[in-house]
């Protein structure tokens, strides 16, 4: 890799960049430019710019209002190799191949000295100004940044501007720092033009800070210039200190700073006190708890966005001050569990073969009212099959009324697909839904692999609502419900919210279990088709069926509208055996499908 150095007229103004191969970029003051704020002959768009591994192509746009120079001619497309530069407005642009290696080889310091957190917050600038200052756009610095690269370019160039004595500023981070060799990173690093000789940042040194979790000062030039080391000489420097950053979100982090005392030997027994650094110190040491502070509130900014596409606010609001690792820990717990599946798929498929981010768009609309619903009633969104979606209820925080819940959003989700089945340019017209909620025990969090984890449920539960999801196509009932959520709603529901019919005992395709039926229902102002004696009407058939008093059940199933496809299974299944229960008949009719 390379990096561009851009350096205006003014000291402060210069970034150091790193180029990548195949990735170009675009120098400008628009968003998402490498921008040149400082300069405005700079155009929003000036340049495209292009690294190879050998050499950086250069291409001004259309839009660029002044030229680029190379050697004092305006040109608009060219090469530059490593130690040349061009130059637009006032700002000098040079490529270089400069490494940085964090190092044992540098020599043991003449001095070592440890500062406290706590000691530097306590003492009081000596000279207030240039730091002050600068620490005032820290805020705004950081928070500014858009990624964590553009994070670091922005802090080293804010500590070279608040250290006037500072040679060379690096982020480093460090990787498991109680290992014996730990790998340590240089997530960025710039110095100062007139610095000579490599960058190398002492490995003992970024370690001992990071371990001891303190500032760690090492002063090489010794007051007497006699004692000056060739590694002094080499790297004009005569000390570097690293300073630890804290934080979840910076763990590992620390900020190294290296420079010189004076280059006037007379001066250096006056100046090379390591006292004399403590402005600097507490300069870095302030920095350090900003940039801390600030990326913790990112990060648990972005740790709140991430779990809104899982919670309601509600539920957010509910886990505010909560460690998101405790909240998403897989845990067991009683919970109702919704599947939604999209109906007409398959056909809208063949139809829109020429318009297919078209259809994506008209299924993820689709969807979208299934994950409104879910989120809308307190509920967690837990994946997605295919054109389907799940959703559950009763973790992170338990929900005394989840089955409750999860019924209403079902209910909800009905509604407004039966609405938008009225207008013929809709979206959503033609797309059905088939609805099942089961309840009981299951697991529940993040659950996964270590290649891949997300959060969702896991147990029984989970199968029989998928199975009653499938139900749905073979007993024509847009929504099932097991027996476990029909009794909370019975107790909980009124029928001005909703109503239930049992509409039979099955025992599913693949399973051993029975599982008695329950089609939810809106109420009859919003669902006068079918009423609450047709209700009780099939609920009466069902009972004789049961008892095994076939001939009855048929000639009641007639009296329910024929509007009502639900009453075709029971009608066709008795049709089937000539009106007369099989022998042993317990009931329970076996499906043949999912």
């Known amino acids: 890799m390379a990096d561009l150095i851009a350096q205006g007229a003014d000291a402060q103004h210069r970034w150091r960049r790193t180029l990548i191969v195949g990735r170009p970029v675009v120098l400008g003051r628009a968003p998402n430019c490498w921008p040149t704020s400082w300069d405005d002959r700079v155009s929003r768009q000036h340049a495209e710019l292009s690294w190879n591994g050998q050499r950086l192509l250069v291409r001004q746009l259309p839009g660029a209002r002044n030229p680029i120079f190379v050697k004092g001619r305006p040109v608009a497309n060219f090469e530059v190799a490593p130690g040349e530069h061009f130059v637009i407005g006032e700002t000098t642009f040079t490529l270089t191949d400069e490494r ?32 002050i200052d600068v620490l005032g756009r820290l805020p705004e610095v950081i928070s500014g940044a858009s990624s964590d690269s553009e994070l670091s370019v922005r802090l080293v160039n804010l500590l070279l501007t608040g250290l006037p ?27 100062r033009l007139m610095m000579v000789g490599e960058f190398q940042p002492s490995e003992r040194l970024i370690l001992d800070s990071i371990r001891r979790r303190e500032s760690v000062l090492h002063v090489w030039n010794a007051a007497d210039a006699a004692n000056s080391s060739a590694f002094t000489v080499s790297q004009g420097v005569d000390w570097a200190f690293c ?9 590992g982090w620390g900020i190294y700073v290296a420079g010189r005392f004076s280059d006037d030997r007379a001066a ?9 650094l403590r402005d600097d110190l507490k300069f870095t040491e302030l920095t350090a708890t900003t940039l801390s502070a600030l990326r913790d509130v990112r990060m648990l900014e972005r740790q709140r966005a991430g779990l809104s596409q899982f919670f309601s606010p509600v539920v957010l609001e509910a886990l505010q ?144 609502a998928s199975r009653l ?17 029909a009794i909370v709603v019975r107790n909980q529901l009124s029928p001005k919210s909703a109503r239930l019919r049992r509409v039979a005992v099955v025992k599913p395709y693949g399973l051993d279990r029975r599982v008695e039926v329950t089609e939810l229902l809106p109420p ?20 004789d069926l049961l008892t095994g008093r076939w001939s009855q059940a048929f000639e009641r199933l ?37």
């Open 100 to 131: 940085v290696n964090v190092s044992l080889d540098v020599p043991v310091p003449v001095q070592q000295q440890t500062f406290s957190s706590q000691y530097l917050q306590n003492i009081q600038f000596r000279h207030t100004g240039a730091h």
């Open 165 to 191: 004595r500072a040679g060379a500023a690096a982020l480093v981070s460090v990787k498991n720092p109680e290992e014996k060799r730990p790998t340590i990173e240089v997530l960025h690093w710039d110095r």
């Open 243 to 251: 300073t630890p950053v804290g934080g979840k979100a910076c763990q």
């Open 268 to 276: 250096i027994a006056e100046v090379s006190d390591p006292n004399d």
């Open 321 to 464: 001050g909560v460690d998101p690792e405790m909240v998403l820990a897989p845990r067991e717990t009683e919970v109702s569990v919704l599947f939604c599946d999209l109906r007409g798929f398959s056909r809208h498929s063949e139809q829109s073969a020429e318009d297919l981010l078209g259809l994506l768009n008209r299924v993820s609309q689709a969807l979208g009212v299934t994950t409104h619903q879910i989120r809308e009633q307190g509920g967690v969104l837990g994946d997605f099959h295919g054109d389907a979606a799940m959703g559950f209820w009763g973790w992170p925080l338990p929900q005394p009324d989840a089955a409750v819940r999860a019924c209403l959003a079902a209910l909800a989700i009905r509604a407004q697909f039966a609405e938008t089945a009225q207008r013929e340019d809709d979206p959503l017209t033609d797309f059905r839904v088939g609805i099942g909620i089961a309840t009981g025990r299951a697991v529940a969090g993040k659950i996964g692999t270590v290649d891949q984890v997300k959060v969702t449920v896991f147990g029984p539960v989970v199968n029989l």
């Open 469 to 485: 999801e499938g139900m749905t196509k073979i007993l024509h009932a847009p929504i099932l419900i097991d027996e476990r959520t």
């Open 524 to 543: 009859v102002s919003e669902y006068p088709g079918l009423t609450d004696q047709n209700i009780a009407d099939y609920e009466t058939a069902l009972d």
């Open 558 to 594: 007639h009296r329910v509208p024929a509007e009502d496809r639900v009453k075709d299974f029971l009608t066709i299944f008795i049709a089937q055996h000539n009106r007369t229960p099989p022998e042993n008949w317990n009931g329970v009719i076996p499906l043949t499908m999912k």
